[in-house]
């Protein structure tokens, strides 16, 4: 990462070569990610565009190159749990530790505390042993943004030949109160 003040700014579909560049990088030499090919800027485009009609999707931008994202998503597709999601990071391999990952997370965490997100989740590639191919970076990472695991999946995902373990953790953003007469508008729904 060069000099340049880190901006942290929405993304939109124009972003998704560089977007594909950084996550291909997971995809073919990591078991950060469990897909096994790479997605096109295009199939990127598409999923830039279906995130962006219901949730924030962020770039943090170093100069004029996009050094990381971060997105959320629905979480279980439920309408009770509409005040809950699931959240992704990716930084570009050469500007990991560079606190990056820190200030990308801390404004997605803004943002989606103001649409009234309650429970936030990120699921999490683990090994009890680092590999070549993955580390601990990620469980320490959320730990230090005050994530607590909440379920471990063993042996769920297949890559290099090897099994992995999925983590998720859990964050709240805010108090969760019981009231029978407050609704709350979460992305643009009023839930009850």
Same mark, same amino acid.
């Given at each position: ?53 219901? /949730? ?6 170093? %100069? !004029? +190159?996009? @050094?990381?994202?971060? $997105? *959320? ?31 990308? /997370? ?6 989606? %505390? !103001? +649409?009234? @997100?309650?429970?936030? $989740? *990120? ?70």
């Amino acid at each position: 990462m060069n000099d340049a003040a880190l901006v942290i700014r929405p993304v939109t579909p124009d972003d998704a070569e560089a977007l594909a560049d950084i996550y291909g990088y997971y995809v073919e030499r990591t078991a950060v990610s469990f897909e096994y090919v790479p997605p096109t800027a295009n199939e990127f485009r598409g999923r830039i565009s279906r995130i962006l009609q219901n /949730y924030p999707y962020i770039a943090a931008v170093s %100069g !004029d +190159r996009i @050094i990381g994202y971060a $997105y *959320a998503r629905e979480f279980v597709g439920r309408a009770a749990c509409s005040r809950c999601v699931e959240v992704s990071v990716y930084i570009a391999h050469d500007c990991r530790r560079t606190g990056a990952g820190r200030a990308i /997370y801390g404004e997605m965490e803004r943002l989606l %505390g !103001d +649409r009234g @997100i309650l429970n936030v $989740y *990120a699921s999490i590639a683990y090994a009890d042993a680092e590999d070549e191919y993955l580390t601990h970076d990620s469980i320490q990472f959320h730990t230090r943004m005050g994530y607590k695991q909440v379920a471990r999946f063993h042996q769920c995902g297949w890559k290099f030949g090897r099994w992995y373990d999925l983590l998720w953790v859990e964050k709240f953003l805010g108090a969760h109160v019981s009231s029978s007469s407050e609704s709350l508008t979460v992305c643009g729904a009023e839930i009850d």
